[in-house]
């Protein structure tokens, strides 16, 4: 794969009845904010780290935005993700172990 295109794997599956426009994608990280929830179980926090950087160093990603959740077995609330969707162009819900 060449430097200048950047492969994402979307783990969602279609939806039979999704409208086709719903679906949302950038063109481009590149200036963009990018936001994590870290659902607090080990080591999320070092993929974050690591994801972090390289989406600066190598995308041009302008902020990395992150709020740890209290428990894995809690939600991250309303206000939490409303913040995180007015701040955010795009948000990565993590899982570690």
Do not use: W
């Not at 607090?40 to 972090?52: I, R, S």
């Not at 190598?58 to 995180?84: I, Q, T, W």
């Amino acid at each position: 794969m060449s430097s200048d295109r950047t492969l994402v794997y979307d783990p969602v599956a279609p939806c039979a009845n999704e409208p086709q426009h719903a679906r949302l994608a950038l063109d481009t990280l590149a200036g963009k904010v990018v936001g994590f929830i870290d659902n607090a179980k080990p080591n999320f926090n070092h993929l974050a780290d690591d994801l972090a950087e390289l989406l600066v160093s190598r995308h041009g990603v302008a902020k990395v935005v992150r709020h740890r959740k209290r428990s894995s077995a809690m939600g991250a609330g309303e206000a939490k993700l409303d913040e995180l969707a007015r701040e955010c162009d795009a948000v990565i819900a993590g899982s570690g172990d």
